[in-house]
């Protein structure tokens, strides 16, 4: 009897613990806003203007970073005596590589395009994508991670993995292209720190380009609700 009474009692531990563990992709998703900060006071971020120093082939490369929310997003790196800046709206996206011999303004592929540009929002596709028409669904997990798709209303796809314990992003991977060839793009985040504004962002940043290419990047300042210009998101003429 008291074997049966001990079992019993594991049963019932056993199946709390997964109906415990047991989540939707919108409570994943709605704890993670809530540990960068909350909708309400993301909500009240119109920009973020970021100084960060990216590694890139072994020599230290300044990066400048501005987001102006729903807007655009330009990013301009100091690289061996050249400017390289990649640049996006919501209607497409730009960029002057000099390293690539494009000392002029280029439009991005549409490809590229699709792959970059929900860094025009403020939290990323994952604060808003319902309201974007995308949907969510929870894969389970990877490791101890929990992992996400999010299919975009054009169809692309974006995996993201997070941190049960924090829900913090710790990673995400998407289908980008580099020199005309499709790759896989992981973006990898971490020690995580909150702002004076009291919004939480990742300090270090690692990018992969499919194997072929990769970089890290060290932020060191943030300016929150910076005026910004709209104007600065535009193709030059």
Do not use: C
């Not at 989540?23 to 960060?52: F, L, R």
């Not at 970073?65 to 301009?76: A, D, H, M």
């Not at 941190?163 to 790759?183: I, N, R, S, W």
């Amino acid at each position: 009897m008291k074997l049966v009474r001990i079992s019993l009692l594991a049963s019932v531990t056993l199946l709390s613990g997964i109906f415990s563990f047991a989540q939707t992709a919108d409570e994943v998703i709605a704890k993670h806003i809530d540990a960068i900060g909350g909708k309400d006071k993301i909500s009240k971020i119109k920009s973020i203007y970021t100084e960060s120093t990216a590694q890139i082939m072994g020599n230290d490369a300044p990066v400048i970073t501005t987001v102006l929310n729903g807007k655009g997003f330009k990013s301009e790196t100091e690289f061996n005596g050249s400017k390289i800046i990649q640049a996006l709206n919501d209607k497409g996206g730009w960029t002057i590589n000099p390293m690539a011999g494009g000392t002029s303004a280029q439009a991005l592929p549409d490809e590229q395009y699709k792959a970059a540009k929900d860094q025009i929002y403020v939290g990323g596709e994952l604060v808003n994508y319902a309201a974007s028409g995308s949907k969510a669904e929870l894969m389970g997990k990877e490791g101890d991670l929990y992992k996400l798709k999010i299919t975009a209303k054009d169809n692309s796809t974006t995996t993201y993995f997070i941190d049960p314990a924090t829900y913090y992003l710790k990673k995400l991977v998407k289908q980008g292209e580099m020199m005309g060839q499709p790759v896989e793009i992981t973006v990898s985040f971490s020690d995580y720190q909150k702002t004076d504004f009291g919004y939480v962002m990742p300090h270090k940043i690692d990018t992969d380009m499919g194997g072929n290419f990769s970089f890290s990047a060290t932020v060191n300042k943030i300016e929150i609700n910076k005026e910004i210009d709209p104007k600065i998101f535009e193709m030059p003429k």
